[in-house]
C-alpha cells in the first residue's frame, strides 16, 4: 500500500468511463471513477478495497426483446405496459473487512456497496459474464484449494466449477 498509488484500472463497457484503486492517506484504498479523459474524477472510501475493478458489460436496451404489455382488467380494457427497470452501470471489487476478503458489487453513483460474499475463505479476482448476469471469481474450498466459483449478479446462486487439488488460480 502507498497513499495517492493508483492501480488496478478498469475502462467502463462503453469507454467513457475509468474506474481505479488509489492508496488514501488512512492506509486503506479508495475506489475512483472518472470519465475515460480524467475529468469528473469521484473517490469513495472502500474500507479494506484493493484489487481488481470488474464492470458489469452494457446491454444496449434497443437489443433486448420488448416486454409483453400486461392486460388490467378495466371498464376500457386499456393495456398496462410493464415498467423496465433502469440498469445503473456496476462495478463489482474485492474488499478486506473483518480479515477476509469478500465481494461487493456497487452501483455507479451510489456510495454504499452492497456484499455479495458472505463464506468463511476468502474471495477474489471477479469477471462478470458477458450478460452481465453472473459473477466469477476465485475463493478457497473445504481443502484448502484455490476454486472457481459463479454466482448470480446479487450474490445467489453460488456453483463450484473447479474441484481438484491444485489451485485454479
Same mark, same amino acid.
Request: aromatic residues 10%; proline residues 9%; contains cysteine.
Given at each position: 500500500?502507498?497513499?495517492?498509488?493508483?492501480?488496478?484500472?478498469?475502462?467502463?463497457?462503453?469507454?467513457?468511463?475509468?474506474?481505479?484503486?488509489?492508496?488514501?492517506?488512512?492506509?486503506?484504498?479508495?475506489?475512483?471513477?472518472?470519465?475515460?479523459?480524467?475529468?469528473?474524477?469521484?473517490?469513495?472510501?472502500?474500507?479494506?478495497?484493493?484489487?481488481?475493478?470488474?464492470?458489469?458489460?452494457?446491454?444496449?436496451?434497443?437489443?433486448?426483446?420488448?416486454?409483453?404489455?400486461?392486460?388490467?382488467?378495466?371498464?376500457?380494457?386499456?393495456?398496462?405496459?410493464?415498467? =423496465?427497470?433502469? /440498469?445503473?452501470?456496476?462495478?463489482?471489487?474485492?474488499?478486506? =473487512?473483518?480479515? =477476509?476478503?469478500?465481494?461487493?458489487?456497487?452501483?455507479?453513483?451510489?456510495?454504499?456497496?452492497?456484499?455479495?460474499?458472505?463464506?468463511?475463505?476468502?474471495?477474489?479476482?471477479?469477471?462478470?459474464?458477458?450478460?452481465?448476469?453472473?459473477?466469477?471469481? =476465485?475463493?478457497?474450498?473445504?481443502?484448502? /484449494?484455490?476454486?472457481?466459483?459463479?454466482?448470480?449478479?446479487?450474490?445467489? /446462486?453460488?456453483?463450484?466449477?473447479?474441484?481438484?487439488?491444485? /489451485?485454479?488460480?
Amino acid at each position: 500500500w502507498v497513499a495517492g498509488r493508483a492501480a488496478s484500472p478498469a475502462y467502463s463497457p462503453d469507454g467513457t468511463r475509468i474506474a481505479y484503486m488509489k492508496g488514501s492517506t488512512d492506509g486503506t484504498y479508495d475506489m475512483c471513477i472518472m470519465h475515460a479523459d480524467a475529468s469528473n474524477r469521484q473517490c469513495f472510501d472502500i474500507e479494506g478495497g484493493r484489487g481488481a475493478i470488474a464492470w458489469r458489460p452494457f446491454v444496449d436496451p434497443s437489443l433486448l426483446p420488448t416486454p409483453t404489455p400486461t392486460f388490467t382488467p378495466s371498464p376500457t380494457s386499456t393495456p398496462t405496459p410493464t415498467p =423496465q427497470a433502469v /440498469d445503473l452501470p456496476q462495478v463489482v471489487f474485492a474488499s478486506l =473487512q473483518g480479515g =477476509q476478503w469478500d465481494l461487493y458489487r456497487m452501483n455507479i453513483g451510489e456510495i454504499q456497496p452492497t456484499r455479495l460474499t458472505t463464506q468463511n475463505s476468502d474471495e477474489l479476482s471477479p469477471s462478470w459474464s458477458g450478460d452481465g448476469e453472473y459473477v466469477v471469481y =476465485q475463493s478457497v474450498d473445504e481443502e484448502g /484449494d484455490w476454486e472457481i466459483y459463479r454466482m448470480t449478479r446479487d450474490g445467489g /446462486d453460488v456453483r463450484q466449477l473447479t474441484n481438484n487439488d491444485a /489451485d485454479d488460480v
